[in-house]
Nanobody, 126 residues
């Protein structure tokens, strides 16, 4: 079955960096566009970054532009989220998600994604 396993979350001080990874299995990774979302308790899951199947096109929420970078290695079935200049408001559970590239309509809506990882906690202290 399809599995997305997110890792790399940690406790970090404001201004620090983290790199999240999401390893996919059970699917043909290069057929999927990928996204990262985050969620805090009591809030909706928010779009952070998206990347198309080839890695050529990327998309970011305004709140993370210039600080976060999404990338992927299809040969390793992995998508990454490099997070720099972290702020306390970046604290959340981060989720990776996959949607079939042939049916992608947008990258920003959680409901468009078919498969989800289990989430990894990122905590930024001030």
């Amino acid at each position: 079955q399809v599995q997305l396993v997110a890792s790399g979350g940690d406790l970090v001080q404001a201004g620090g960096s983290l790199r999240l990874s999401c390893a996919a299995s059970g699917l043909t990774f290069s057929n999927y566009d990928m996204g990262w979302f985050r969620q805090i308790p009591g809030k909706e899951r928010d779009f952070i970054a998206g990347i198309n199947w080839s890695g050529v096109s990327t998309y970011y929420a305004d709140s993370v532009k210039g600080r976060f970078t999404i990338s992927r290695r299809n040969a390793e079935n992995t998508v990454y989220l490099q997070m720099n200049s972290l702020k306390p408001e970046d604290t959340a559970v981060y989720y990776c998600a996959a949607q079939l590239r042939y049916t992608t309509r947008d990258y920003y809506t959680a409901g468009e994604y078919r498969y989800w990882g289990q989430g990894t906690q990122v905590t930024v202290s001030s």
